[in-house]
């Protein structure tokens, strides 16, 4: 099966990095909620993706990126 690449651009070439965010009101200021994802980015346009962390532990998130 061939690449499908950046659904924006086209490229085939992505970065990952996992973020953490906070929830919003009260537990955002005394830190007590977050939540954890992988972002892929496109390194060509900057294109991105959110996953959550607990759901693609299960999953190839470079093929959930590039729709396979």
Do not use: H, Q
Request: glycine content about 10%; aromatic content about 14%; some cysteine.
């Amino acid at each position: 099966m061939a690449e499908k690449g950046c659904v924006k651009c086209g490229s085939t070439k992505a970065g990952m990095k996992e973020v953490t965010m906070n929830g919003p009101g009260v537990s955002k200021m005394f830190d007590t909620e977050s939540n954890d994802f992988i972002v892929v980015s496109c390194e060509n346009c900057g294109y991105s993706e959110f996953f959550n962390r607990d759901v693609s532990e299960d999953y190839n998130v470079f093929d959930l990126f590039f729709g396979k």
